[in-house]
């Protein structure tokens, strides 16, 4: 059974860069037409995705995050990493890691990010 969980800071202040990481364990993220994705909901707003990164190394970003954005991956660790630059609080949200063969069928718990000084 393929599990994610998320791991980072749950403070980081304005102007900074939010770097979180998703372990995955139970499946290789390397798996042919596995995806790792990340998405966010900020309070009282709905789900946003925010990029992924393919099996292959491919990456896809989400148009309004692409300037701030970087996915990577660590395949020896089976992780998958975010950061999000200049970060204002309209970043603050719970973000996810999700992954899964061609989208996202398994998701972790999420963890919060409040941006504040």
């Avoid at 979180?20 to 709905?46: D, E, F, H, M």
């Amino acid at each position: 059974q393929v599990q994610l969980q998320e791991s980072g800071p749950g403070l980081v202040k304005p102007s900074q860069t939010l770097s979180l990481t998703c372990t995955v364990s139970g499946g290789s993220i390397t798996t042919n037409y596995y995806y790792c994705s990340w998405i966010r909901q900020a309070p009282g707003k709905g789900l946003e995705w925010m990029g992924a990164i393919a099996y292959s190394g491919s990456l896809y970003d989400s148009p309004s995050l692409k300037s701030r954005t970087s996915i990577s991956r660590d395949t020896a660790k089976n992780q998958f990493t975010l950061q999000l630059r200049s970060v204002t609080p309209e970043d603050t949200a719970v973000y996810y890691c999700a992954s899964g063969h061609y989208g996202m069928n398994c998701w972790g718990k999420g963890t919060q990010v409040t941006v504040t000084s």
